[in-house]
């Protein structure tokens, strides 16, 4: 049977499960069970045979469960593995998704971008305040590596990240939820000088790749199993993500963007602040290069 161009992968879907994230911020977790004449271009129609965590989720009401949602971007919807997950568990799920969502609108929004700094080797660093959020760096460089190399040292190697990164003493994953997401402790080491004294972030992490792109986003979240720690102030990120794909014409270097948002928490100087996250975006561009470098590369799976 022959399908019109763009309808195939719809198909293959149908009777897996899915969440979907909807423009309304609503999140809808269910099976696909058919896609109708109009969703064989643009759109799809989810008919969600079993909605889950309606209440915790803030979902609709029983009776409105078939909504039309624009394919708008292929990182919104997201299939789940054939596992029942805690109603925490998809509160997680969906904050990882949101924050995703959130972070690739702030950097598809290419106005009001004002430079920090440029590196000999093209490294540069925006700056841009948005509402809502505040003040956001965005680091673009080119690393003259395969994208399979960036995903192994900043996903399957991660809580190894502190052998590399002097910004980071430690990251632990507290938790996996599926194969997209999970919760992690990161302890941050002293800046400017033991000016920023430590700090610590629990977040939700979440993992995607579509086509030739990889996006990698997260933002604080609550894990009562980390509690603040006596001595360590608890900061928190973001929204925030690295969005990795080949450059244009060379596939073998990678092209990095990396979307931070912090709030360091406590009594610091914006200056201070300012000074601190920009040159960390510059300094974990070159400590990354320098780890590549050293070590041989993992089976990818990116």
Same mark, same amino acid.
């Given at each position: 049977?022959?399908?019109?161009?763009?309808?195939?992968?719809?198909?293959?879907?149908? *009777?897996?499960?899915?969440?979907?994230?909807?423009?309304?911020?609503?999140?809808?977790?269910?099976?696909?069970?058919?896609?109708?004449?109009?969703?064989?271009?643009?759109?799809?129609?989810? %008919?969600? +045979?079993?909605?889950?965590?309606?209440? %915790?989720? $803030?979902?609709?009401?029983?009776?409105?469960?078939?909504?039309?949602?624009? &394919?708008?971007?292929?990182?919104? $919807?997201?299939?789940? /593995?054939?596992?029942?997950?805690?109603?925490?568990?998809?509160?997680?799920?969906?904050? $990882?998704?949101? %924050?995703?969502?959130?972070?690739?609108?702030?950097?598809?929004?290419?106005?009001?971008?004002?430079?920090?700094?440029?590196?000999?080797?093209?490294?540069?660093?925006?700056?841009?305040?948005?509402?809502?959020? +505040?003040?956001?760096?965005?680091?673009?460089?080119?690393?003259?590596?395969?994208?399979?190399?960036?995903?192994?040292?900043?996903?399957? !190697?991660?809580?190894?990240? $502190?052998?590399?990164?002097?910004?980071?003493?430690?990251?632990?994953?507290?938790?996996?939820?599926?194969?997209?997401?999970?919760?992690?402790?990161?302890?941050?080491?002293?800046?400017?000088?033991?000016?920023?004294?430590?700090?610590?972030?629990?977040?939700?992490?979440?993992?995607? !790749?579509?086509?030739?792109?990889?996006?990698?986003?997260?933002?604080?979240? *609550?894990? +009562?199993?980390?509690?603040?720690?006596?001595?360590?102030?608890?900061? /928190?990120?973001?929204?925030?993500?690295?969005?990795?794909?080949?450059?244009?014409?060379?596939?073998?270097?990678?092209?990095?963007?990396?979307?931070?948002?912090?709030?360091?928490?406590?009594?610091?100087?914006?200056?201070?602040?300012?000074?601190?996250?920009?040159?960390?975006?510059?300094?974990?561009?070159?400590?990354?290069?320098?780890?590549?470098?050293? &070590?041989? %590369?993992?089976?990818?799976?990116?």
């Amino acid at each position: 049977m022959n399908y019109m161009p763009g309808t195939a992968s719809l198909i293959e879907d149908i *009777d897996k499960k899915h969440l979907v994230l909807l423009r309304d911020g609503r999140t809808l977790i269910g099976f696909l069970r058919s896609i109708d004449q109009f969703g064989l271009r643009h759109q799809a129609v989810l %008919a969600l +045979g079993q909605e889950l965590n309606r209440r %915790a989720l $803030g979902g609709p009401t029983s009776g409105s469960w078939i909504n039309q949602v624009r &394919r708008r971007s292929s990182l919104l $919807g997201s299939q789940l /593995e054939d596992t029942l997950y805690s109603d925490q568990d998809l509160a997680y799920i969906q904050q $990882g998704e949101e %924050a995703m969502q959130r972070a690739l609108d702030i950097l598809s929004n290419q106005e009001g971008w004002k430079k920090e700094s440029r590196q000999e080797n093209g490294d540069e660093v925006l700056s841009k305040v948005i509402p809502d959020v +505040g003040k956001v760096f965005r680091l673009e460089v080119v690393v003259d590596q395969p994208m399979e190399r960036l995903y192994e040292e900043l996903v399957e !190697r991660m809580e190894a990240m $502190g052998e590399w990164n002097p910004s980071v003493k430690k990251i632990k994953i507290l938790q996996k939820i599926g194969k997209d997401t999970v919760i992690t402790h990161e302890l941050a080491a002293e800046a400017a000088g033991n000016l920023v004294g430590p700090r610590d972030f629990v977040s939700v992490r979440c993992t995607k !790749r579509r086509g030739s792109v990889c996006v990698l986003a997260g933002m604080a979240t *609550d894990f +009562g199993e980390m509690p603040e720690q006596k001595g360590v102030i608890r900061a /928190e990120h973001g929204p925030t993500c690295m969005v990795l794909h080949p450059l244009a014409g060379s596939p073998s270097k990678t092209k990095l963007t990396w979307l931070l948002s912090i709030d360091l928490k406590g009594w610091l100087p914006k200056t201070i602040i300012n000074q601190v996250l920009s040159q960390t975006q510059v300094d974990f561009a070159n400590h990354l290069r320098k780890r590549l470098e050293s &070590r041989p %590369a993992l089976e990818a799976r990116c």
